[in-house]
């Protein structure tokens, strides 16, 4: 499986990424509380893009986690997602 696409979508506060599943196409709305409150990025959006070059292979681990789960064309990834981290704060650190 690897991302077909990335873009960043500020007016949701989150990055897209579009991703192959077993042939399919699924699209994956990781917002902003991910990257900052489970995955420790800054809060600007350039940061948002270099946490998801940086986890990758967890986040992608998520998607197919929440598509298995339910196989629908879009999933949303929730910061539930990453309860084995045990890191969750209402405010990153800088």
Not at 10 to 17: E, I, K, L, N
Not at 28 to 42: Q, T
Not at 54 to 71: G, Q
């Amino acid at each position: 499986m690897h991302a077909s696409a990335t873009r960043l979508d500020t007016a949701m506060q989150a990055v897209d990424v579009f991703l192959d599943i077993d042939g399919r196409s699924v699209k994956a709305l990781i917002p902003r509380e991910v990257f900052e409150h489970r995955l420790r990025s800054g809060p600007d959006p350039d940061a948002w893009l270099k946490s998801y070059e940086e986890n990758a292979e967890v986040l992608h681990s998520a998607i197919r986690r929440r598509f298995a789960a339910k196989p629908q064309e879009m999933v949303v990834v929730r910061s539930s997602d990453f309860d084995f981290l045990g890191t969750d704060t209402s405010e990153p650190e800088r």
